[in-house]
């Protein structure tokens, strides 16, 4: 009768790893389409201020979405297990590169542990801040449903875009975006 019993407990153990290897699977899915995707603004009553983003860097220092009031920030979702991340972290870069002198900042938050980030990013010069999200709590908060996915916040700590799969990060409509946003935020500052 304990055979049955392990035996039962094995197939159970089998199928609950399936389950969550084909979650993981569905989870990349809508973001395979070779085009990149555009940005869509948020709806009026979904927006508003941004998710508490209270995460630890690679190196165990802690940081928060609040050190960016005052610039638009681009949170961006992904992993390193995610083909379409990866693809798209180079330009990511170029993007935060291309934005360094004005009031933008980019967040990239692995949704991995540590230890594999910290180890995926020990080779590579990232130029880009990464945070952890080890437990998945900043994903719950963002209702983030694929990867990649992004959310861009205004200066105020508003949401107000969001891409849910691979951006063209170099295109002149993101830059357009963005820029449109930093002016925005600032010409708003300048009539207070």
């Known amino acids: 009768m304990a055979k049955s019993v392990d035996k039962k407990n094995g197939y159970r153990d089998s199928f ?17 389409a070779s085009d990149p995707v555009d ?62 002198n004005s009031d933008v900042h980019v967040v990239a938050v692995a949704v991995d542990s540590h230890e594999l980030v910290r180890e995926f990013v020990a080779n590579r010069n990232m130029g ?5 999200d080890q437990y998945g709590s900043a994903m719950r908060d963002y209702k983030v449903t694929a990867l990649p996915s992004s959310y861009i916040i205004d200066k105020n700590g508003e949401l107000q875009f969001l891409a849910v799969g691979p951006v063209d990060w170099l295109s002149d409509e993101t830059s357009r975006l963005i820029e449109n946003l930093v002016g925005t935020a600032e010409e708003n500052h300048e009539k207070i």
Do not use: M, Y
């Open 39 to 100: 940005f869509v603004r948020l709806v009026e009553n979904r927006v508003g201020a941004a998710p508490v983003l209270d995460l630890s860097d690679v190196d165990d220092q802690e940081r928060d979405i609040s050190d960016f009031r005052g610039r638009v920030t681009l949170v961006h979702f992904w992993a390193t297990w995610c083909s379409p991340c990866l693809k798209e972290l180079p330009d990511l870069k170029s993007f935060s590169e291309k934005f360094s």
């Open 16 to 32: 609950v790893k399936r389950i969550v290897f084909a979650g993981l699977i569905v989870l990349c899915l809508p973001v395979q």
């Open 128 to 132: 880009i801040d990464i945070v952890v």
